[in-house]
């Protein structure tokens, strides 16, 4: 059992569940979960890579069996992830659900947006012939991170970045609706930005943010608290 270890007696007034949690945060493994995306491993690889914790993901466990994603939410479905990872591979875990909301469509693709079409190519398409005509062209990238111990969620986090969408592709970088996004602020899309400059302002970055913020704050509690 990865949590089985002797904790000094001042640990014993923290709540057993948090304790356990945020203890092997320390020691152990945060892992990455329900992904099997490459390009969503190297952006939090890089994101994560001044902390001392060893990062997993479900690609080295590879008999887990997929939780479906049947939430209607980001935070929904960031949370069924997490949950079940966190069971499955019995330590901390993390997950995130991510997506493109178009304001001129009413919010689509969100939740839905690695479904919206088969393949990259074909959802950027189908996304700018559905924008065609449209004078906005406002959307915003959201990211829900869930963390998890035990099966239970602890907590959800949220970053977005608002941009427009471009009128067509620009760009070789990054991943899915990447080159036709553009951030508020910039001259070039997502896929014109190195992942360092991506990393700088994504979605994906501010809830990361918000997630390494309440975990340093609970770690601080049970530092100094005693
Ligand atoms: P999921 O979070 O793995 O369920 O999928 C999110 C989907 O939203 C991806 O497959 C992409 O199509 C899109 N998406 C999420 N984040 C990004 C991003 O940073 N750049 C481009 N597309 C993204």
Not at 153 to 158: D, G, H, M, P, R
Request: include cysteine.
């Amino acid at each position: 059992m990865l949590y089985n270890i002797a904790l000094p007696r001042r640990y014993a007034i923290v709540p057993a569940q948090k304790l356990n949690f945020f203890w092997s945060f320390k020691i152990m493994a945060f892992i990455v979960a329900a992904t099997g995306n490459q390009h969503k491993l190297a952006e939090y690889a890089q994101l994560l890579a001044d902390q001392d914790i060893e990062v997993k993901s479900l690609n080295d466990y590879p008999n887990y069996p997929e939780p479906e994603e049947n939430g209607s939410s980001f935070a929904e479905n960031a949370s069924i992830k997490a949950a079940a990872a966190s069971k499955y591979c019995d330590v901390p875990a993390f997950a995130d659900d991510s997506g493109l909301e178009v304001e001129a469509l009413d919010g689509r693709p969100g939740i839905h947006s690695s479904r919206y079409a088969p393949s990259d190519p074909e959802r950027i398409a189908k996304l700018l012939k559905e924008l065609e005509g449209k004078e906005n062209r406002r959307a915003r990238f959201v990211c829900v991170i869930a963390i998890a111990a035990n099966g239970e969620v602890l907590e959800t986090f949220e970053g977005e970045v608002k941009g427009t969408i471009l009128t067509s592709p620009r760009g070789e970088n990054g991943f899915g609706y990447d080159p036709i996004f553009q951030p508020d602020g910039f001259d070039k899309s997502f896929a014109e930005l190195t992942q360092e400059e991506k990393n700088r302002i994504s979605h994906r970055a501010m809830a990361y943010a918000k997630a390494l913020e309440f975990v340093d704050e609970e770690l601080s509690i049970l530092d100094g608290g005693f």
